[in-house]
Structures are given as structure tokens and as C-alpha cells.
């Protein structure tokens, strides 16, 4: 079975600090693993991706994120938080040899405090 | 906009009626996703189609909900008789194949209201 834990439901960080939100996968075989952002009223836009190799993933609007795998772990980070990074963020993932579709945690809006 | 589309944006209906939502996959994608998010969770996947076929549907509900990718146009998700449960916003995903790390790119997505 795959299922993906976003332990913060809300995550608030100073404009400017580093964030970080946590995401902690089960998969029973090797994971893909992606990080996706949402906007109010919007789809999901996607941020970066772990497929293989580097465990350090850079992606889009300087977000980066650290694959894990003793830990099942693939935190999105981003050094410097500006406001209109606020929004809900997404992990998700899907067996390498598994079914397709992508299997999503259930969230965390980041709020940015000026 | 070469980006997923889907249409309506909003859509009520009443109870009993059917609700029809609409997706057009990115140019070159041919394999297209329908999940379900209920307010404050997390995307819940429903089926996975490519033209003409579907290859994945263990996440539909088994009455009342089909969903088709026609040789042309766009995938339709049809959701007959609705019930206020069906309240939800409903997105579609496209990739251009189904295997592999391609990750899956999102419409906007239909915001599903039930009277």
C-alpha cells in the first residue's frame, strides 16, 4: 500500500526565514516523489520531483527538497520565504512499479508573515 | 493556454440531475487522471484513462460515476443522479506517458456544488 503523511496541517514562518514542510512516504517498493503547490481556487502546479540519483532536488522558485530514503522522508525547503510562497502544499507519491496514479497527503498551508 | 483546461469552472446542480465536467489534456498528453479533493484534504485518485480506454478505475465509486477518453475531444467524468455528497472540487491531470517520473500537470479544476 502507498500513503504519503503531511504531519503539519498549518506551517507559519517569518518572510525571509527558512521553511521547511515535512512529508513522510510508505511505498513497498522504490517511490517517485513530488512536491505540487495550490494556489486559492487553482489546480496543482507542480514544484520538483525525486526520481533517482541526488538525494537534493531543486526545483521550481527556489523550493528544494531532500530525499530520505532510511527515513521515508522528501521535505520541501526553501532558504528564504517570501509572502506569495503562502499557499497549500502537496506531497505526493507513486510506486516505481505500481499503479499510476499519485497518492497525495492531505496538505499543509504555509503562511508567510511579513 | 497550452495547460490542462477544464471546464465548467463552477457548476451547481440538484439533487437527482447529472453533472458532466469536461477535461482537455495538455498538447501531446495522452494519458489523463481524474481525482476528487474534498474541502481541506488531500487529492483522492478516481481513474486513470488513455484515448479510447480505461486503464485504471479503483478509485470511482461503483454507481453513478463513469468516465470515458474518446478517440476526439475531450474525457468526460459523468456523474449521474448526484447526491450532496458529490460537493467537490474535481481535477484532471494529464502526462504524456504513464510510465516512469513524468509528473502529472493539473487543470484548474470544476468546483462541483450540489443543492
Known amino acids: 500500500a502507498q500513503s504519503v503523511a503531511q504531519p503539519e496541517d498549518q506551517v507559519n514562518v517569518a518572510e525571509g526565514n527558512p521553511l521547511t514542510v515535512k512529508c513522510t512516504y510508505s511505498?513497498?517498493?522504490?517511490?517517485?516523489l513530488f512536491w505540487y503547490v495550490q494556489y486559492p481556487n487553482r489546480g496543482l502546479q507542480f514544484l520538483l520531483k525525486?526520481?533517482?540519483?541526488?538525494?537534493l532536488v531543486k526545483g521550481s522558485y527556489g523550493f528544494e527538497a531532500e530525499f530520505n530514503k532510511s527515513q521515508t522522508s522528501f521535505h520541501l525547503k526553501k532558504p528564504s520565504a517570501l509572502v506569495s510562497d503562502s499557499a497549500l502544499y502537496f506531497c505526493a507519491v507513486r510506486d516505481i512499479a505500481g499503479a499510476n496514479n499519485l497518492f497525495f497527503g492531505t496538505g499543509t498551508r504555509l503562511t508567510v508573515i511579513p | 493556454n497550452a495547460g490542462v483546461m477544464q471546464n465548467p469552472r463552477h457548476l451547481v446542480r440538484r439533487r437527482g440531475q447529472e453533472a458532466r465536467l469536461r477535461c482537455s489534456p495538455m498538447?501531446?498528453?495522452?494519458?489523463v487522471y481524474w481525482y476528487r479533493q474534498l474541502p481541506e484534504e488531500g487529492l483522492k485518485f478516481m481513474v486513470y484513462?488513455?484515448?479510447?480506454?480505461?486503464?485504471?478505475e479503483s478509485g470511482m465509486p461503483k454507481e453513478r460515476f463513469s468516465a470515458e477518453f474518446p478517440k476526439e475531444g475531450p474525457s468526460i467524468l459523468r456523474i449521474q443522479q448526484v447526491v450532496r455528497g458529490d460537493s467537490a472540487a474535481y481535477f484532471c491531470?494529464?502526462?504524456?506517458?504513464?510510465?516512469?517520473?513524468?509528473?502529472?500537470?493539473f487543470g484548474d479544476g470544476t468546483r462541483l456544488s450540489i443543492l
Open positions: 511505498v513497498s517498493g522504490n517511490p517517485y
Open positions: 498538447k501531446g498528453h495522452s494519458h
Open positions: 484513462l488513455q484515448k479510447e480506454n480505461i486503464i485504471d
Open positions: 525525486y526520481i533517482t540519483g541526488d538525494n
Open positions: 491531470a494529464s502526462s504524456p506517458v504513464g510510465q516512469g517520473g513524468q509528473p502529472q500537470h
